[in-house]
């Protein structure tokens, strides 16, 4: 196993550890993967993942409304 993947692996089994709040170890950290792998991977399962700001949260807003706003729908011909 290269370097680069061991410790790719021990990130995910550290945030697996902060996840089940008990040890995780790497071999553990690898049936999760190939568990998510079998379910596939849904956006919803990321919710909660992602941590902004109030400041990036209104710039993302304001971005998202001015693209709504610019949008037209496709021509038919």
Do not use: F
Not at 12 to 37: C, F, N, T, Y
Not at 44 to 56: K, N, Q, R, Y
Request: contains cysteine; neutral net charge; hydrophobic residues 40%.
């Amino acid at each position: 196993m290269s370097r680069a993947t061991y410790n790719t692996l021990c990130e995910i089994a550290g945030e697996l550890q902060i996840k089940l709040k008990r040890p995780v170890s790497l071999e553990e950290a690898m049936e999760h993967l190939i568990r998510l792998r079998g379910k596939g991977v849904k956006i919803t399962d990321l919710a909660g993942s992602w941590t902004v700001t109030d400041e990036e949260l209104k710039e993302i807003e304001a971005s998202r409304a001015e693209a709504w706003r610019r949008w037209r729908p496709p021509e038919l011909h």
